[in-house]
């Protein structure tokens, strides 16, 4: 593990911060928005929805409201493929 981080520790941040978003006013993030917003974040982008959805395995569609959602909640910009 880098820096000496355990896995019973990456659990306790990943329980915290799941608890911290559910008990937050306003709304929470779903299972699939979560992991939307991992891989755009954590990841080396630019991403597309097509690649989204290959990394995790969904629909197009799902992809595509999970982003509308994210973008509404203001955790993600989208715009078009310069391609």
């Known amino acids: 593990m880098a ?3 355990t896995p019973d520790r990456l659990l306790e ?3 915290d ?3 911290g978003t ?3 006013e306003g709304p929470d993030l ?4 979560f992991g939307v917003l991992l891989i755009c974040y ?3 982008g630019p991403h597309t ?3 989204l959805a290959a990394r995790l395995e969904v629909s197009k569609p799902a992809i595509t409201r999970a982003l509308d959602r994210l973008a509404e909640l203001e955790f993600a910009r ?3 493929d310069p391609r």
């Open 3 to 5: 820096l000496g981080v």
């Open 13 to 15: 941040v990943l329980r």
């Open 17 to 19: 911060t799941i608890i």
């Open 22 to 24: 559910v008990r937050r």
């Open 30 to 33: 779903s299972a699939r928005q």
């Open 42 to 44: 954590l990841e080396e």
């Open 49 to 51: 929805v097509r690649g």
């Open 78 to 80: 989208r715009g078009p």
